[in-house]
Structures are given as structure tokens and as C-alpha cells.
């Protein structure tokens, strides 16, 4: 969606100047003149905002920097400066990006009498719903700083176990994808070569031998209709997981996989836990806190869960007992959060799941990590010995014909 620059008159007689996002210049419009305000111009800044701030210099406001920002931003307001005179010292402290750039604008909307939470709202589509909310928890609370703090420590939390997650997946892709590798160099160029001279001798070669050369001559003759098939089933794959029936099929097919599935939904049952454990302890209501905490589960198949536990929970239903009636959270998370919510204790409970699940995938990780590393160098080997094993039993017939 394009992005406008428009300057308005609020109730009150105060002129401020804006970006936003919208479909158009009339709707654009049309909402601001039904929240009250008196449109004085409406300019269009060319292209959307993500990519105003994404292509300006080919930058992109990176992790480590929005960490680091939420740092020095809740230390420089727990030393008892204001919001602007913060967002300047970490301005003149910035080297010219996209961060320093956003946090001019930020800043002149809250000059302009903007909220900190409403100025960073307007950039929804780079900073979770999470942060916004958490923002406004603390202007609600008067203790910015303690709400940025606890958002620090979540970020910090879900980074260490994100990273783990990618860790422990590296080194079987890398092993696979060279096993692969390698057997087709075999199957391409090692075989045909050899078993040329084997085809000449006009003996009558191994039953493993010759089903190895039909592999082989299979495979070079048809290897681009094999690529292109291959590449054809992931676009496919890829289009249909696009779409909302695609994605909640193969979300569900994650969680239901034979050990692959529980380490997904204990990952996914850590993350829950810990998002609604910061929100509840920002001061947000269970109903809203768990709406949005449900959004940052990629999983549709457990959103979709979560999104009936939000129902229930708004007609009145208990937590734990929405939670155990559609099967969203592992047994013993739910029987936790039933004892947290028996005895008003649910935001520290939840920060114990967090940790419980958080260690479960952790072992479970490492234990996964520890048996496919073998099990993959086995199959392999295998694979590749009875190539070896295929291509040296001629030889052996052969030198027995000639003794």
C-alpha cells in the first residue's frame, strides 16, 4: 500500500503532520475526518513505507540494532530523562540507517504531541503488535523503562532458543545435501565411465551391477525432466502452502509427525507462554493479551486453536479449561496454567513453562542432533558402498574368468 504525508488540525486547535499507510488518498481522508480532525493536505511519498525504509540505501533496521536501541532507550529513561531528550541522545549516537531515520520521524510525531506507542505504531508492519502493546502498557503504567526491560528480556529469551533450533538443523542439511551430492557424481560420471569397459568384456555382469547402470543411464538421460519435475513439485508445494487451506493442511501435518510434531508444539508452547507471560505482566487483560500472543505462532493449525480459545474465553470459560476443551497446548502445560490461574499466579507459572518447554527442546534437540548425524553417515555409507560394491564385483569376476 502507498504511504502519505498529511498534515491535519485536531480537536483542540493543534496542527500536526503525519505519515500513514492506506489504500488511498479519499479513504485516507475519509478516516481522518470521521475520527474528528480537519484534513489540511494529504501528499503521497511515493512507493509504501516498508519500502521507504527498506530500499532508501539498500538497509534494513537489522535485530541486533532494535535490541540495542530497546536497551540504551530503557536505561536513558530509567536515568530519569524524557522520551525526547532519550530518542535524542541515541540519535546523535547513531550512525546515519534506516533505525536513525525512523527515530527522527518518531521523534517529531511525539513533538507533535504523538504517543511514544502511536508513533511506533505507524510502523506495524517492522515492530510486532507484542511491542506496540507493551509500549502502551507501560505509558498506562507511567514505568516505560520496566516494560522495555521485561520486552529485552523476552527478546533475548526467544532469540537463545531460536538460535538453537537453527544450530542443531545446520549440520544434517550440510551432511545431507553433500550425500546427495556426491552419489549423483557417482551415478553421473564415476559409472558410466567405468562400466563402459564392463559392457565391452561381454561377460555377464552382476544383478547389482546392472541395476546400478540402469540407475545410472536413467538418471543422465532424464536428470533435467527429474530437476524440472523436482523444482515443479516446490513451486507447487510452495503455492498451495500459500494459501489458507494449503498452509492449516501442512501446519497440521507438522504437528502430527512421529517426534518432529511434539518438538514442534513443545517449541511453539514455549513461545505462547513466554509472549503471554510479558503481556500479562505489562498489565494486559488475559483476552487481548492471549489474541495477541496467539499471533505470534507461524503454526495456522495452532492458531486456528488458539482462535477458538479466544472465543471461548470471551463467552466467559476459564483459560485452563478453553485451553484443555480444544487440545491447544501440551497436557501438562495446560494442568500448570490451571494450578497459575487456581491460585492467581498465572504470569510466573507461565514464565516456568516457558523455561520447562524451552529445556525440553533443548534435550530434545540435542538428542535428535546426536542420533541423525550417525544414522544419516550409516544410510549413506551404505548407499555409496554398494555403488563401490556394484562397480568392483565385475572386476573380481573378471580377474577369476582370466585365472
Same mark, same amino acid.
Given at each position: *500500500?502507498?504511504?502519505?504525508?498529511?498534515?491535519?488540525?485536531?480537536?483542540?486547535?493543534?496542527?500536526?503532520?503525519?505519515?500513514?499507510?492506506?489504500?488511498?488518498?479519499?479513504?485516507?481522508?475519509?478516516?481522518?475526518?470521521?475520527?474528528?480532525?480537519?484534513?489540511?493536505?494529504?501528499?503521497?511519498?511515493? !512507493?509504501?513505507?516498508?519500502?521507504?525504509?527498506?530500499?532508501?540505501?539498500?538497509?534494513?533496521?537489522?535485530?541486533?540494532?532494535?535490541?540495542?536501541?530497546?536497551?540504551?532507550?530503557?536505561? /536513558?529513561?530509567?536515568?530519569? /530523562?524524557?522520551?525526547?531528550?532519550?530518542?535524542?541522545?541515541?540519535?546523535?549516537?547513531?550512525?546515519?540507517?534506516?533505525?536513525?531515520?525512523?527515530?527522527?520521524?518518531?521523534?517529531?510525531?511525539?513533538?507533535?504531541?504523538?504517543?511514544?506507542?502511536?508513533?511506533?505504531?505507524?510502523?506495524?508492519?517492522?515492530?510486532?503488535? %507484542?511491542?506496540? *502493546?507493551?509500549?502502551?502498557?507501560?505509558?498506562?503504567?507511567?514505568?516505560?523503562?520496566?516494560?522495555?526491560?521485561?520486552?529485552?528480556?523476552?527478546?533475548?529469551?526467544?532469540?537463545? %532458543?531460536?538460535?538453537?533450533?537453527?544450530?542443531?538443523?545446520?549440520?544434517?542439511?550440510?551432511?545431507?545435501?553433500?550425500?546427495?551430492?556426491?552419489?549423483?557424481?557417482?551415478?553421473? &560420471?564415476?559409472?558410466?565411465?567405468?562400466?563402459?569397459?564392463?559392457?565391452?568384456?561381454?561377460?555377464?555382469?552382476?544383478?547389482?551391477?546392472?541395476?546400478?547402470?540402469?540407475?545410472?543411464?536413467?538418471?543422465?538421460?532424464? #536428470?533435467?525432466?527429474?530437476?524440472?519435475?523436482?523444482?515443479?513439485?516446490?513451486?507447487?508445494?510452495?503455492?498451495?502452502?500459500?494459501?489458507?487451506?494449503?498452509?492449516? #493442511?501442512?501446519?497440521?501435518?507438522?504437528?502430527? *509427525? %512421529? &517426534?518432529?510434531?511434539?518438538?514442534?508444539?513443545?517449541?511453539?508452547?514455549?513461545?505462547?507462554?513466554?509472549?503471554?507471560?510479558?503481556?500479562?505482566?505489562?498489565?494486559?487483560?488475559?483476552?487481548?493479551?492471549?489474541?495477541?500472543?496467539?499471533?505470534?505462532?507461524?503454526?495456522?493449525?495452532?492458531?486456528?486453536?488458539?482462535?477458538?480459545?479466544?472465543?471461548?474465553?470471551?463467552?466467559?470459560?476459564?483459560?485452563?479449561?478453553?485451553?484443555?476443551?480444544?487440545?491447544?497446548?501440551?497436557?501438562?502445560?495446560?494442568?500448570?496454567?490451571?494450578?497459575?490461574?487456581? !491460585?492467581?499466579?498465572?504470569?510466573?507459572?507461565?514464565?516456568?513453562?516457558?523455561?520447562?518447554?524451552?529445556?525440553?527442546?533443548?534435550?530434545?534437540?540435542?538428542?535428535?542432533?546426536?542420533?541423525?548425524?550417525?544414522?544419516? *553417515?550409516?544410510?549413506?555409507?551404505?548407499?555409496?558402498?554398494?555403488?563401490?560394491?556394484?562397480? &568392483?564385483?565385475?572386476?573380481?569376476?573378471?580377474?577369476?574368468?582370466?585365472?
Amino acid at each position: *500500500m502507498p504511504t502519505f504525508r498529511f498534515k491535519i488540525a485536531v480537536p483542540g486547535g493543534k496542527i500536526k503532520e503525519k505519515t500513514a499507510i492506506a489504500d488511498s488518498k479519499a479513504s485516507l481522508k475519509q478516516k481522518l475526518e470521521s475520527d474528528g480532525n480537519f484534513v489540511l493536505n494529504i501528499s503521497r511519498t511515493g !512507493g509504501s513505507q516498508f519500502f521507504s525504509l527498506h530500499l532508501q540505501r539498500g538497509r534494513r533496521i537489522t535485530t541486533r540494532d532494535f535490541f540495542s536501541f530497546n536497551q540504551e532507550f530503557a536505561v /536513558l529513561l530509567k536515568a530519569g /530523562l524524557s522520551v525526547v531528550s532519550a530518542l535524542n541522545a541515541i540519535i546523535e549516537n547513531n550512525e546515519d540507517g534506516e533505525l536513525r531515520d525512523l527515530l527522527q520521524e518518531v521523534r517529531q510525531d511525539i513533538t507533535a504531541g504523538e504517543s511514544l506507542s502511536g508513533s511506533f505504531e505507524k510502523f506495524s508492519h517492522l515492530f510486532s503488535k %507484542l511491542y506496540v *502493546m507493551t509500549l502502551k502498557a507501560g505509558e498506562k503504567s507511567g514505568d516505560i523503562p520496566t516494560a522495555l526491560l521485561r520486552y529485552v528480556e523476552y527478546m533475548k529469551k526467544t532469540a537463545e %532458543l531460536r538460535r538453537k533450533v537453527i544450530s542443531a538443523s545446520i549440520y544434517p542439511v550440510i551432511l545431507m545435501v553433500v550425500s546427495i551430492s556426491v552419489v549423483f557424481f557417482l551415478m553421473i &560420471y564415476v559409472v558410466p565411465a567405468i562400466s563402459g569397459a564392463f559392457l565391452e568384456s561381454g561377460n555377464r555382469l552382476p544383478e547389482i551391477t546392472r541395476l546400478l547402470i540402469d540407475i545410472s543411464t536413467l538418471v543422465r538421460n532424464y #536428470f533435467f525432466y527429474l530437476l524440472a519435475a523436482t523444482i515443479g513439485l516446490g513451486i507447487i508445494g510452495f503455492y498451495i502452502g500459500r494459501t489458507d487451506a494449503g498452509r492449516l #493442511f501442512f501446519d497440521q501435518m507438522k504437528i502430527n *509427525m %512421529l &517426534y518432529f510434531g511434539e518438538l514442534y508444539r513443545n517449541y511453539s508452547t514455549s513461545k505462547f507462554s513466554r509472549t503471554l507471560s510479558t503481556l500479562l505482566g505489562a498489565g494486559i487483560p488475559l483476552l487481548e493479551a492471549v489474541q495477541i500472543a496467539a499471533d505470534t505462532i507461524h503454526n495456522q493449525f495452532l492458531k486456528f486453536k488458539l482462535a477458538q480459545v479466544v472465543k471461548n474465553l470471551a463467552e466467559g470459560a476459564g483459560f485452563s479449561e478453553s485451553l484443555r476443551r480444544f487440545d491447544t497446548l501440551p497436557p501438562l502445560a495446560v494442568r500448570m496454567i490451571d494450578a497459575g490461574e487456581t !491460585g492467581g499466579a498465572l504470569t510466573p507459572v507461565l514464565i516456568d513453562i516457558a523455561d520447562f518447554y524451552d529445556n525440553d527442546v533443548d534435550a530434545k534437540l540435542s538428542v535428535l542432533t546426536s542420533a541423525i548425524e550417525p544414522t544419516l *553417515m550409516v544410510v549413506m555409507g551404505l548407499v555409496i558402498g554398494s555403488i563401490v560394491l556394484a562397480l &568392483y564385483l565385475p572386476i573380481f569376476q573378471l580377474a577369476g574368468n582370466v585365472g
